[in-house]
């Protein structure tokens, strides 16, 4: 039986009521308060499992280009969402690799199992809708600031019902610190490897996780003095002043999709053409003006961020809110996307320029 390592906070609660977990569930990122990953992990020369709980989000300061700096409307809905404290607990099973990015590894997985809590009763099968696969988006040690960061991006579009529609279902953002004796399997395989930032002063750590509004001052970010960004653990600040210097462990978890778009299509003679065929460009516009509507600039606009949507349906959510229809495609990996104020005609005209010029030089 493989050891399950576990750091449960006291707020995870387990006075829930059988009738509250089958109702019918419109937010997944509130459905789980914690995860239990079979075979990420081992324990000396044996097997492990890992617990994880919900964490907060990282909030992005406000981007613009507007030169006036012209203050967000309803800026209180910038703030993190708070994480759920009687939610459910997954048992998940890693099942294989899907790839790795600049910060992180990307697994398929499965529910082995569901519970009212984490110390709770065992919940049957079916009650609740969920996917049949997972995806777990594993951070690399250095780079856990950008999926707290990616996480909180998942919630904007959540609150503006948009999440499952543009991109994949979210659960969440989770992490816990990593005992000494354990190791994460994946992490000595690791293939793409950060840079060193230069300049880091003799005695210092060097930080490879440095986001874009990192930087006092950088003109097009403004702080609006919201305490959920400055009062974050994943604020720089905060993260370079943190007492405990152990390894995190945080994932984010979504619905697994279908494959990435392809650089090349098939035409209907079978000839194969680069770039985007006339349909798929508009898809694509069409996903950015949803995009657009919530205030949000992706930032890295290319093949390998957009998927298929998955192959089941098995969430009402798929269905956009703004078009009454599913999109064929999903955006992924928000960690340099930014967040401005969509009333602001000065911003959204500049990133509706900026997306469609990314679009343009996919169809090339």
């Known amino acids: 039986m493989p050891t399950t390592v576990s750091a449960v906070p006291s707020h995870i609660s387990s006075s829930k009521t059988l009738t509250q977990v089958l109702n019918p569930v419109s937010d997944f990122m509130a459905l789980f308060s914690s995860v239990t990953l079979h075979e990420l992990t081992r324990m000396g020369d044996e097997e492990c499992s890992i617990t994880l709980t919900r964490e907060q989000s990282f909030p992005a300061k406000r981007y613009s280009a507007d030169e006036e700096g012209r203050a967000p409307v309803g800026e209180q809905q910038w703030d993190a969402v708070s994480p759920p404290v009687d939610g459910l607990h997954a048992d998940l099973q890693i099942t294989d690799q899907l790839g ?32 049949s696969q997972f995806c777990i988006k594993l951070a690399k040690p250095e780079y856990i600031r950008s999926l707290a960061r990616e996480a909180w991006f998942y919630e904007q579009l959540s609150k503006e019902g948009y999440l499952g529609a543009i991109t994949p279902v979210c659960f969440g953002f989770f992490a816990c610190r990593l005992p000494d004796n354990v190791q994460v399997l994946s992490w000595s395989s690791i293939k793409i490897k950060p840079e060193k930032p230069e300049d880091v002063p003799e005695g210092e750590e060097p930080n490879y996780d440095l986001l874009v509004d990192d930087e006092e001052g950088w003109y097009c970010y403004f702080d609006d003095g919201r305490r959920s960004h400055l009062d974050s653990p994943w604020h720089l600040q905060q993260w370079k002043a943190r007492t405990d210097r152990s390894l995190s462990v945080g994932i984010l978890i979504t619905e697994r999709l279908g494959k990435h778009m392809p650089a090349t ?27 657009n509507v919530v205030g949000i600039v992706h930032g890295d606009i290319k093949f390998d961020n957009v998927l298929n949507r998955a192959s089941e349906s098995w969430s009402s959510c798929e269905v956009c809110p703004r078009h009454k229809r599913v999109h064929p495609w999903r955006l992924i990996d928000f960690d340099r996307a930014g967040k401005y104020d969509p009333v602001n005609p000065v911003d959204s005209s500049f990133v509706s320029n900026v997306q469609n010029c990314a679009v343009n030089y996919m169809s090339r």
Not at 103 to 129: C, D, W
Not at 265 to 285: A, I, N, Y
Request: proline fraction near 8%; glycine fraction near 10%.
């Open 100 to 131: 790795e990015g600049r910060m992180g590894q990307v697994f398929a997985a499965r529910l082995v199992g569901l519970k009212k809590s984490i110390h709770g009763e065992t919940l049957p099968n079916g009650y609740i809708p969920l996917p």
């Open 265 to 291: 299509f098939s035409t209907p003679r079978k000839e194969l053409v680069r770039g985007l065929p006339q349909e798929v460009r508009t898809e694509m516009l069409t996903l950015l003006e949803d995009l």
